[in-house]
């Protein structure tokens, strides 16, 4: 390997909310922080790198995003996805939770009703109901062991008010990459319906197993129609505190409402060294994201063999995609608080609480895997500990 992702960094100093928050959440530092989507490893050197050598710079005024950063992600989505996009398809947006919430502004009115499919990023929940609108829930559901979308469920839950759907593909935080088949069967009654797509694709470059991934809007025309594809960098590479990102949009209507909201909230001026970094990451971080997608299996087969040769009380997800894993713990029969105050204060590993994801979620955790195998050696191994001493 040419990278070093057994490699410990410090972020003590760093004021990183996945670090910084341990005392105030679990009441000590002695946590291994294993919850938000942000990983424990060196972004790649090519896009550090960049950066510095813009930092050198010392002018950090207004930028435009240049010819380079254009061609950078149209060529990404070439090579990774085999989708043709065009460079006025792409729209700024300095994140992809503003992002959704500028798309819900741009293709709803206030009272309409707005989809998401539980358990979902919690964000979702939120780019409804702070913009006025009305959230209907269409949860996933279980199908031989594996979560799938209820097209049925969808099909009654729209109403003529039911104005847009928001889908996390690859879905966080249940693992799934969508199939192709699975997108059609949504396109189709999203589209006969009068339904916008606002899909976020933040996850889409790591696929760990199953299907590679199928951008929505490259299904069909039809599909690029209605599809407002959020995407970015940001995890892949994890430089999401560069705060950048991407809406692609091919429909012109749509794409003008985008704009419109963007700039209405006064938001109009790209990040510097979110700039520099996306065109690194894109043009030369692909040798890193490759081995760091071996890395990440292996510590998913750390965790799985984990699970099956010594807690036999959690089940795990399949992880398809994403770098997070889904974990039923209810055959500890622990109620939710319980359960979150015996994984911080006696096992001493902070996960996501499932309930944070909504309905679906309870008594489940979301264990983030992007960091050094020995973190989730030593995560499993005070989990073991703290279930045995229960036993
Ligand atoms: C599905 C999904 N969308 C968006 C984000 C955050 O994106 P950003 O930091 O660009 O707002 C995350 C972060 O975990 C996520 O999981």
């Not at 760093?14 to 060196?42: N, Q, Y």
């Not at 300095?94 to 959704?100: A, D, T, Y």
């Not at 293709?107 to 209907?136: E, M, W």
Request: proline letters at 5%.
């Amino acid at each position: 390997m040419k990278y070093d992702f057994d490699a410990i960094y410090d972020r003590g100093n760093t004021d990183s909310l996945k670090w910084r928050l341990r005392a105030e959440h679990c009441g000590s530092e002695d946590v291994i922080p294993l919850w938000v989507a942000d990983m424990d490893f060196a972004c790649p050197p090519e896009v550090a790198e960049a950066v510095q050598a813009r930092a050198a710079h010392p002018i950090y005024g207004y930028p435009l995003r240049s010819e380079g950063y254009y061609r950078s992600v149209i060529g990404w989505m070439r090579r990774r996805n085999g989708w043709e996009i065009e460079k006025e398809w792409i729209c700024y947006t300095p994140g992809i939770v503003p992002g959704m919430n500028f798309a819900v502004q741009a293709c709803t009115s206030p009272g309409d009703k707005v989809v998401i499919q539980p358990p979902v990023y919690h964000p979702f929940t939120s780019a409804a109901l702070n913009n006025g609108r009305q959230l209907v829930e269409n949860p996933l559901v279980i199908e031989n062991g594996r979560y799938v979308m209820d097209f049925a469920g969808l099909e009654r839950v729209i109403d003529d008010r039911t104005k847009a759907i928001i889908l996390s593909s690859p879905h966080n935080p249940v693992g799934r990459v969508w199939e192709r088949a699975e997108l059609e069967r949504l396109t189709e009654i999203c589209a006969r319906r009068g339904l916008v797509i606002i899909c976020d694709e933040i996850h889409s470059d790591l696929i760990l197993d199953g299907p590679r991934h199928t951008c929505l809007a490259s299904i069909s025309k039809e599909a690029a129609d209605i599809t407002i594809t959020l995407s970015a960098p940001n995890k892949t590479f994890n430089i999401a505190g560069l705060t950048m990102g991407n809406a692609i949009i091919s429909n012109e209507k749509l794409r003008k409402a985008f704009s419109q909201a963007v700039e209405s909230s006064g938001i109009g001026v790209s990040n510097v060294f979110g700039n520099v970094a996306l065109e690194a990451a894109y043009d030369r971080g692909e040798p890193w994201l490759e081995e760091m997608l071996e890395y990440l299996r292996g510590n998913y087969r750390l965790l799985a063999e984990a699970i099956a040769a010594k807690l036999p009380e959690l089940k795990l997800c399949p992880l398809e995609g994403t770098y997070l894993a889904w974990i039923d713990f209810r055959a500890l029969g622990m109620d939710d608080a319980e359960l979150a105050r015996f994984l911080t204060r006696d096992a001493k590993v902070w996960l996501d609480e499932g309930t944070k994801f909504g309905n679906g979620g309870s008594g489940f955790m979301r264990m983030n895997l992007a960091c050094p195998r020995a973190y989730i050696a030593e995560a499993l191994d005070r989990i073991e500990k703290a279930i045995a001493a229960r036993r």
